[in-house]
């Protein structure tokens, strides 16, 4: 993982935001999201050949609140880890 002033760059992995300095956003905001299990039980997710690409800024507001609970929905609803490829982005995009 390429790191540029705090940056998180490229090809990322979950345990990439565990690391300091962003865990302090990314677990608090996994741990407090409260998942709506039932706006989620009639959601029939079709997992083969299904890869979702996620381009984030790990410097960016949106994607320190909403990251964790995309990721804690996807847990959530056991769609496989390796079917989700996340990218960290610089602020040049």
Request: glycine share 4%.
């Amino acid at each position: 993982t390429a790191q540029n002033n705090q940056m998180l760059l490229s090809d990322l992995q979950k345990e990439d935001f565990l690391e300091s300095p962003h865990n302090a956003w990314f677990t608090d905001n996994f741990q407090s999201y409260v998942i709506d299990k039932q706006a989620l039980s009639d959601i029939d997710i079709l997992q083969e050949d299904l890869t979702v690409m996620v381009f984030l800024g790990s410097w960016c507001g949106d994607t320190k609140r909403e990251l964790p609970r995309f990721l804690k929905i996807m847990e959530y609803l056991s769609f496989p880890r390796g079917s989700i490829r996340l990218i960290g982005l610089d602020r040049a995009k």
